[in-house]
């Protein structure tokens, strides 16, 4: 989710890379603001400044070490993946020879194997990060070509990396012999072209350049392009041109940091599909066993762990619920999920064979902060599962799994939602392969089905407008209730968060067995019902039970909408809506069951007039007890 921008104008004393570049940053710095930095080539070779922190930090120590204009230009905004918010972590990296300046979007899944390999050959790393790798292997792909940087050699070396590397990258790369020039290349993140008038200009989206230029080049996937101030080219890795598709970009600067989407939330929903797949990136070796290197807690100690208590707030507490249901049956451990405002005074019983997770996308909720502070004072160990490298939560624990989200400015999460139950999931697993709970190739199976659960999600994002219509319909109710059983529980207490905090809408969640145990008592004519149902195929009569609960409420006149999986016929007798989610394993469902409740949500809200990305009295971190 990084920002990244590049400039290739006219190698003359008022090349202007520098300005243009810093420009783009200051619009893309949403995207990810722990770091950033510049490369400029000059008639000496590559300048660089680079800093963590805001990107003010960067500028003024510009301002302390001006560098010259730059005829090519690369900046980058960091959204850390791997390795902490620091100046040598930050972007750009260069080469030992100082002949390339590289800066990265992304994750390389197989930068740990390349960095030994290089290591082996005497490599010198500088930064913790997967991004460095790739500028040694392009500046000793062009020493090894025997040609002094160029456009064509810089292009050149760029394809022969790219077939090396593994996972998702967007790279932005300057050669100091080779002024003018900048040389891209994408693989699943994004990139696109700005074409301007005597210069042209690259992007991470359409942000870095809108200012200067409508006209842009769509890039597919696996392409690097080469622009100079006159000149676009593109081609495939082999080396063959490419025809990159031109459009005019027709958003004004505030909709383009939305990626043209209405509201952060949207742009954010959208993400979702991409967020599990890359928090799920370079996890798993490929038999398919996990290898989670960011534990840091000796297998040892989880091997004698007896007890896991999840501990978070809001959202990142359903989170944990809905992962206690996985982890209890892979590991065949006790889970425990507490409100972390409630954990310490409940006096919980922590010994040093408890492993408390915190769940947190900002790293910063205070009352998450002050539990766990009390369970390492009670001697237990503490994982954090966090989207922002660097908070105050994984650095106050023992070890750190990161969600690999990308920013979330919506005060209602929703991808963090969902990459931290796939997080869990990888913990999980972890566990019970360390544990011998699950045989290796139980745990290939379930990574399997995990990496399949993306493109389910897209199937639902994509097929929102009977959501929408819903939402429209159901705009002025008072009140709705949402029910589910088993990992549809949390989900049901999630989907009723989101239409409170974004439509301002009593609504709550139930597990659907507990409605007549009391709740059911709040139905009637016309009360809108959610029921998330599980899979036909799952177990336990947990299909039948939940539309039984279904019948109980439709039969008082509740509207009943129903979250079902394509091809369960049954959910027809027992609802007036169904909302269709493809089949996925039992305990992946809320992945793909919680979606429509965002949308519901968010639609409802915008029908309502309101401020989806910053509802009243909230905000994105709770940072105060
Ligand atoms: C979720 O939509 C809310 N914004 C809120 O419940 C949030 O999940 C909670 O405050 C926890 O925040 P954190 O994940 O940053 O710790």
């Given at each position: 989710m990084c920002g990244i921008v590049g400039y290739a104008g006219p190698d003359r004393e008022s090349s202007r890379g520098l300005e243009v570049v810093l420009e783009g940053l200051a619009r893309l710095e949403y995207r990810g603001y722990d770091s950033a930095g510049v490369a400029v080539v000059t008639g000496g070779g590559i300048a660089t400044q680079k800093r963590a922190g805001r990107l003010s930090r960067l500028t003024s120590a510009l301002q302390e070490r001006p560098l010259p204009g730059g005829s090519a230009a690369v900046g980058h905004t960091r959204w850390a993946t791997h390795g902490g918010p620091t100046d040598a972590n930050a972007h750009p990296h260069v080469s030992p020879d100082g002949s390339v300046a590289l800066i990265h979007n992304g994750i390389i899944e197989n930068y740990a194997a390349l960095r030994a390999e290089l290591g082996e050959g005497g490599a010198v790393f500088l930064s913790e990060t997967d991004t460095e790798v790739v500028a040694h292997l392009l500046a000793a792909e062009i020493s090894t070509a025997g040609s002094r940087g160029g456009a064509q050699a810089l292009a050149a070396a760029m394809r022969a990396v790219c077939q090396r590397l593994e996972g998702s990258f967007t790279l932005l790369v300057v050669h100091a012999d080779a002024p003018g020039v900048v040389v891209g290349a994408r693989?699943?993140?994004?990139?696109?072209?700005?074409?301007?008038?005597?210069?042209?200009?690259?992007?991470?989206?359409?942000?870095?350049?809108?200012?200067?230029?409508k006209r842009a080049l769509e890039l597919g996937q696996?392409?690097?392009?080469?622009i100079t101030a006159d000149e676009v080219g593109v081609t495939d890795l082999d080396g063959a041109a490419v025809d990159?598709?031109?459009?005019?970009v027709d958003w004004d600067a505030d909709a383009a940091e939305k990626g043209g989407f209405p509201w952060f939330m949207a742009k954010e929903i959208h993400e979702q599909p991409r967020a599990v797949a890359d928090t799920l990136l370079g996890r798993s070796d490929a038999s398919g066993a996990m290898t989670l290197d960011e534990m840091h807690v000796d297998p040892s100690v989880l091997r004698a762990i007896d007890k896991i208590i999840v501990v978070a707030c809001g959202t990142a507490a359903f989170a944990g619920h809905v992962?206690?249901?996985?982890?209890?049956?892979?590991?065949?451990?006790?889970?425990?999920v507490d409100l972390a405002h409630e954990f310490r005074y409940r006096d919980p019983v922590l010994t040093h064979r408890t492993l408390v997770v915190a769940i947190s996308q900002s790293g910063e909720t205070m009352d998450l902060v002050m539990?766990?502070?009390?369970?390492?004072?009670q001697g237990s160990k503490v994982l954090a599962i966090c989207n922002t490298r660097g908070s105050t939560i994984p650095r106050e624990s023992d070890a750190a799994l990161y969600t690999h989200a990308g920013p979330e400015i919506a005060v209602a999460s929703t991808k963090?939602?969902?990459?931290?139950?796939?997080?869990?999931?990888?913990?999980?697993?972890?566990?019970?392969?360390?544990?011998?709970?699950?045989?290796p190739d139980e745990v290939a199976t379930l990574v399997a089905q995990l990496r399949d659960v993306p493109d389910a999600v897209q199937t639902v994002v994509d097929a929102a407008d009977e959501v929408r219509e819903l939402a429209r319909e159901l705009v002025d109710s008072p009140?709705?209730?949402?029910?589910?059983?088993?990992?549809?529980?949390?989900?049901?207490?999630e989907g009723a968060l989101k239409l409170k905090e974004l439509a301002y809408?009593?609504?709550?969640?139930?597990a659907a067995g507990e409605l007549k145990h009391g709740p059911i008592a709040l139905v009637e004519p016309g009360v809108p019902v959610f029921v998330i149902v599980p899979s036909p195929r799952g177990r336990d009569q947990l299909h039948a039970k939940v539309l039984s609960n279904a019948a109980e409420v439709r039969a008082r006149g509740a509207r009943t909408i129903a979250i079902a999986e394509v091809g369960d016929d049954a959910v027809l007798d027992h609802a007036d809506v169904v909302i269709r989610v493809p089949a996925v394993p039992t305990l992946m469902a809320p992945l793909v069951t919680v979606v429509p409740l965002q949308i519901f949500a968010m639609e409802v809200a915008t029908a309502k007039g309101y401020d989806v990305d910053q509802p009243r009295n909230l905000a994105k971190s709770v940072t105060v007890e």
């Open positions: 693989r699943n993140s994004p990139l696109v072209v700005g074409l301007g008038d005597g210069e042209n200009y690259l992007g991470s989206d359409v942000s870095a350049f809108i200012s200067r230029t696996d392409q690097v392009v080469t990159a598709t031109p459009y005019t992962a206690k249901y996985a982890i209890e049956h892979w590991c065949r451990v006790p889970v425990e539990a766990v502070r009390h369970a390492r004072e963090a939602f969902l990459s931290q139950v796939a997080a869990c999931y990888l913990l999980g697993l972890y566990l019970a392969q360390l544990r011998g709970n699950l045989f009140t709705v209730l949402f029910l589910g059983r088993h990992v549809g529980y949390p989900v049901a207490l809408i009593h609504a709550e969640g139930f």
